[in-house]
T-cell receptor, first 114, second 111 residues
Framework: DGGITQSPKYLFRKEGQNVTLSCEQN?????MYWYRQDPGQGLRLIYY???????QKGDIAEGYSVSREKKESFPLTVTSAQKNPTAFYLC?????????????FGPGTRLTVL | KNQVEQSPQSLIILEGKNCTLQ??????????LRWYKQDTGRGPVSLTI?????NTKSNGRYTATLDADTKQSSLHITASQLSDSASYIC??????????FGSGTRLSIRP
């Protein structure tokens, strides 16, 4: 899992509530990413950020929001607008902007909507 | 449509045996091909990465091959160990921020 931490490991949410997932890295990486993983599917990109105070929507950004106020932190908020938020959420970071730079993943947060 | 398909979906082998996992990709433009190992409930860990000019890359008992002409890759695991039980994910890279994930092959090693 490298120097990437995610918290909490498990999160339970009632319908209609917003929740924020934490992602912190001490690798001094420029780029950070949020993915969603559902059973039997590949990881899907929610948001990514290549530099502080800038972020871009991924393939499934609806119902999610992010911020990148510090280089080491990239929190993800799952809003009540996300219709099916139960999933495994993975944060990743990458050192630079090269095409072959490896992404390093955190341990993940499993979100369950009750 | 950019996509990555992996086969088989799941595989069970005995400890000590070899196995090969397959990956077919359709992405454009193609930049690189990666294999990740993901233990249950954990984040993926990179095993290998190959650019279109590389045919093979090894990491211990893991050997990945790439055929850019047929758009196929394989991951060969030699002398499997119980700790190899995991999902193996093939990922095709398009750009620095655009990569396409396969759904993975779930490998179980039996003693």
């Amino acid at each position: 899992d490298g120097g990437i931490t995610q918290s909490p490991k498990y999160l339970f949410r009632k319908e209609g509530q917003n929740v924020t997932l934490s992602c912190e890295q001490n690798l001094n990486h420029d780029a950070m990413y949020w993915y969603r993983q559902d059973p039997g599917q590949g990881l899907r990109l929610i948001y990514y950020s290549q530099i502080v105070n800038d972020f871009q929507k991924g393939d499934i950004a609806e119902g999610y929001s992010v911020s990148r106020e510090k280089k080491e932190s990239f929190p993800l908020t799952v809003t009540s607008a996300q219709k099916n938020p139960t999933a495994f959420y993975l944060c990743a970071s990458r050192p630079g902007h090269g095409k072959t730079d490896t992404q390093y993943f955190g341990p993940g947060t499993r979100l369950t909507v009750l | 449509k950019n996509q990555v398909e992996q086969s088989p979906q799941s595989l069970i082998i005995l400890e000590g045996k070899n196995c090969t996992l397959q990956c077919n990709y359709t992405v454009s433009p193609f930049s690189n091909l990666r294999w990740y190992k993901q233990d249950t409930g954990r984040g993926p860990v990179s095993l290998t990465i190959m650019t279109f000019s590389e045919n093979t890359k090894s990491n211990g008992r893991y050997t990945a091959t790439l055929d850019a002409d047929t758009k196929q890759s394989s991951l060969h695991i030699t002398a499997s160990q119980l700790s190899d039980s995991a999902s193996y994910i093939c990922v095709a890279g398009i750009s620095a921020s655009k990569i396409i994930f396969g759904s993975g092959t779930r490998l179980s090693i039996r003693p």
